[in-house]
């Protein structure tokens, strides 16, 4: 079944979880080992190479599914994730001023229209690699995450809002009723992706006492984000082949807690059918706040 198929009307009528299964990859991923006492880790900007973690992890081989038959039935806000077709016209996405121009305008102009946003307030962006020391970035190289994690939590969600727009702002848009969504779009900038693809959970499996909060020390600062206990129920999805016309779109976290997706977990993997030459995993992540004032 191909995406054209899966028609609007299914797409707004069907839960992801309640259809048939598509064909799968069997794959490990790293989740975080429950502990009594609460994990931190020295993140790259602190270290100056790969994070330093205070906690034990553990892999578990599960299946994660091919998302791309039920691309049109995805939806932020019952999945946490989507998949979509978004060319760019930015030929170089490791040119720090193309991608702080060109590509940052693309990405506003792209969530206004997808989510209705009136402001989009971008504040970072990430190059990954998988290849030697990993994609060069303006506080260090970066390789990819390959721990299942969400980049906020119900604490430090509302505290990146104070720390981007300033407690008065963040205090008007609180008391006004706005809704923030904090959104990452995550591009390949070289395709297909034939190495350490992305794996994302269905938010709707994920239970709340799975996602464990840990500390992230920044050289002036420390944040905070959740890692992911393993769990039978949860469900994984992956976009094989990705290109660099197709972005992700995943949720981080959501001011509204009304029962809809909240937080993502995500992480990349090792498929067991990598080619020995396949070419490295080359990505850009750009992190953003969506806000919804009407």
């Given at each position: 079944?191909?995406?054209?198929t899966?028609?609007?009307?299914t797409?707004?009528?069907?839960?992801?979880?309640s259809?048939?299964?598509?064909?799968?990859?069997?794959?490990?991923?790293?989740?975080?080992?429950?502990?009594?006492?609460?994990p931190?880790?020295?993140s790259?900007?602190v270290?100056?190479?790969?994070?330093?973690?205070?906690?034990?992890?553990?892999?578990?081989?599960?299946?994660?599914?091919?998302?791309r038959?039920?691309?049109?039935a995805?939806?932020?806000d019952?999945?946490?994730?989507?998949?979509?077709?978004?060319?760019?016209?930015?030929?170089?996405?490791?040119?720090?001023a193309?991608?702080?121009t060109?590509?940052?305008?693309?990405?506003?102009?792209?969530?206004?229209?997808?989510?209705?946003?009136?402001?989009?307030?971008?504040?970072?962006?990430?190059?990954?690699?998988?290849?030697?020391?990993?994609a060069?970035?303006?506080?260090?190289?970066?390789?990819?995450?390959?721990?299942?994690?969400?980049?906020?939590?119900?604490?430090?969600?509302?505290?990146?809002?104070?720390d981007?727009?300033?407690?008065?702002?963040?205090?008007?848009?609180?008391?006004?009723?706005?809704?923030?969504?904090?959104?990452?779009?995550?591009?390949?900038?070289?395709?297909?992706?034939?190495?350490?693809?992305?794996?994302l959970?269905?938010?709707?499996?994920?239970?709340?006492?799975?996602?464990?909060?840990?500390?992230?020390?920044?050289?002036?600062?420390?944040?905070?984000?959740?890692?992911l206990?393993?769990?039978?129920?949860?469900?994984?999805?992956y976009?094989?082949w990705?290109?660099?016309?197709?972005v992700?779109?995943?949720?981080?976290?959501?001011?509204?807690?009304?029962?809809?997706?909240?937080?993502?977990?995500?992480?990349?993997?090792?498929?067991?059918?990598?080619?020995?030459?396949?070419?490295?995993r080359?990505?850009?992540?750009?992190?953003?706040?969506?806000?919804?004032?009407?």
């Amino acid at each position: 079944m191909s995406v054209q198929t899966v028609s609007r009307t299914t797409a707004q009528a069907t839960h992801v979880s309640s259809r048939a299964p598509f064909t799968a990859v069997e794959a490990a991923l790293t989740f975080i080992t429950p502990s009594d006492t609460k994990p931190s880790f020295h993140s790259s900007a602190v270290t100056g190479g790969a994070p330093r973690v205070f906690f034990e992890t553990e892999r578990h081989v599960v299946p994660i599914h091919d998302m791309r038959p039920l691309a049109g039935a995805l939806s932020l806000d019952r999945e946490g994730f989507e998949l979509l077709r978004r060319p760019t016209a930015v030929e170089d996405l490791y040119d720090d001023a193309a991608v702080d121009t060109d590509y940052f305008a693309e990405i506003e102009l792209l969530l206004k229209l997808q989510l209705g946003a009136d402001r989009v307030v971008i504040f970072d962006a990430t190059r990954r690699s998988d290849a030697g020391a990993g994609a060069p970035n303006r506080d260090g190289s970066r390789g990819p995450a390959s721990r299942v994690h969400v980049d906020y939590t119900a604490k430090s969600g509302p505290q990146r809002v104070k720390d981007l727009l300033g407690e008065d702002e963040a205090r008007r848009l609180a008391e006004s009723g706005a809704r923030i969504v904090q959104v990452n779009v995550w591009r390949p900038i070289r395709g297909p992706v034939e190495r350490s693809p992305l794996a994302l959970a269905d938010a709707s499996s994920v239970r709340p006492a799975d996602l464990i909060a840990t500390d992230q020390v920044f050289p002036d600062r420390v944040g905070e984000i959740y890692h992911l206990a393993h769990e039978a129920g949860q469900r994984w999805y992956y976009a094989p082949w990705m290109t660099a016309d197709e972005v992700l779109l995943i949720k981080g976290w959501d001011s509204l807690d009304d029962g809809r997706a909240r937080f993502t977990p995500h992480g990349a993997f090792e498929q067991p059918d990598t080619p020995a030459d396949a070419a490295p995993r080359e990505s850009i992540e750009v992190r953003t706040l969506v806000i919804i004032e009407s």
